[in-house]
């Protein structure tokens, strides 16, 4: 039988034990294997991965060049940055909606939806948040938006 030092403790232990009947440390010789094969395993995966193709030939498809894009999406690219691809929320309106709210951990999104009008956006949120009663109430805020996500101005707010 083969004896090993615990890493831990100091006692002798058998090398296939899973833990040391004295301190209780895992057996971090015994261990050490199974975490190389899956190491390994994740290496073969990433480069299975990174060659593109089933047969490891590394395709031409992955070294072609990226086309570059049009204006209008470079455009769509810089809209789309303004909102947050979680739930759609404007990202700057929504940080001035929770600043005027009595209680801005109550803040829930309900719906944004937005006008495009070439030169700036027409942003309208619809959202939950508690009142001074404590009630939970819907409200909304339509603000006028830059094309990189500024908030321009509040240009009106309802219940």
């Known amino acids: 039988m083969s004896l090993i030092k615990c890493k831990e403790c100091g006692n002798e232990i058998s090398k296939k034990a899973d833990k040391c009947p004295n301190c209780g440390a895992p057996n971090k010789a015994k261990t050490s294997g199974c975490a190389w094969l899956f190491l390994i395993g994740v290496v073969v995966v ?10 490891g030939s590394g395709g031409s498809a992955s070294s072609a060049p990226e086309t570059p894009k049009t204006p209008e999406e470079l455009r769509e690219d810089k809209i789309k940055s303004g909102f947050s691809a979680w739930d759609g929320s404007h990202r700057e ?6 600043k005027s709210m009595n209680d801005p951990k109550s803040y829930e999104h309900v719906e944004t939806v937005y006008w495009d009008r070439d030169d700036h956006l027409i942003v309208k949120t619809s959202f939950r948040g508690k ?16 094309l990189d996500g500024s908030v321009l101005s509040v240009i009106e707010q309802g219940p």
């Open 93 to 98: 309106l929504t940080k001035i909606i929770k």
């Open 46 to 55: 990433v480069l299975a991965g990174i060659t593109g193709s089933p047969g």
């Open 131 to 146: 009142n001074a009663f404590g009630g939970v109430v819907v409200n909304w805020v339509r603000a006028k938006c830059s």
